[in-house]
């Protein structure tokens, strides 16, 4: 089945760029998403990527997919304390299964001052 | 963007009683929702699939007599947990599709079971 796997932790200095890591293993990935979700709250989508497209960028996120290799990261510019969170990597596939999305394990961003 | 609203926040019911989660669509229609659950430092596991109209589509392993959903309309989905014990305890999130951008999923802020 899908797998999506995410680094758990990462730790930055403010004012620095953050850079999440993903990877996913359908090769049939229409969608691939970015989602944050900060202490005793939902998901807040951030961006997302169709698969055809290499990279993103909307203000200070920056997303690349390199579709060979099946990795997408997310770029964080200037990262705030505001930034510290939970970010979850998410995929689906039109194709094989619908609007499902299947999550990675949550990279945990830890922003010190 | 699209706001999706869950009540209760939080429930704190006791052993053997059923507790029921809306969520609501608030600017959009939502053709499809999913039910997720969190466990403290974990992803989230997709419980089941509802569609507006039809009978929900519950993962492996989940109890469908026991997490009861239902999808009467376009804008509101309810999870029921019935004869709730403590190992039920847990964040549930809703997400919803908008029926006019179907790759765009959002999720509502979650709900805290707590089940004593």
């Known amino acids: 089945g899908e797998d999506v796997e995410q680094s758990l932790f990462l730790s930055v200095r403010e004012g620095d760029s953050s850079v999440i890591n993903c990877t996913y293993t359908d090769s049939s990935s229409t969608y691939l998403y970015w989602y944050k979700q900060e202490p005793g709250a939902g998901l807040q989508l951030l961006t997302y990527i169709f698969s055809n497209m290499d990279m993103k960028q909307d203000q200070r996120l920056t997303v690349l997919l390199n579709k060979k290799d099946k990795h997408l990261s997310l770029r964080i510019a200037d990262t705030q304390t505001g930034d510290s969170a939970i970010y979850f990597c998410a995929e689906s596939s039109l194709e094989t299964s619908g609007s499902r999305l299947t999550f990675g394990e949550g990279t945990q961003l830890t922003v010190n001052p | 963007g699209a706001v999706v609203s869950q009540h209760p926040s939080r429930v704190i019911c006791k052993s053997g009683t059923s507790v029921k989660i809306e969520c609501r669509s608030l600017?959009?229609?939502?053709?499809?929702m999913f039910w997720y659950r969190q466990f403290p430092k974990q992803s989230l596991m997709l419980m089941a699939t509802s569609n507006e109209g039809s009978k929900a589509t519950y993962e492996q392993g989940v109890e469908k007599d026991k997490f009861l959903i239902n999808h009467a309309s376009l804008t509101l989905s309810t999870l029921t947990v019935t004869s709730a014990h403590p190992e039920d305890s847990s964040f549930y999130i809703c997400?919803?599709?908008?029926?006019?951008?179907?790759?765009?999923?959002?999720f509502g802020p979650g709900t805290r079971l707590t089940v004593t």
């Open positions: 600017d959009f229609q939502a053709t499809t």
């Open positions: 997400s919803a599709i908008d029926r006019t951008s179907s790759y765009e999923q959002y």
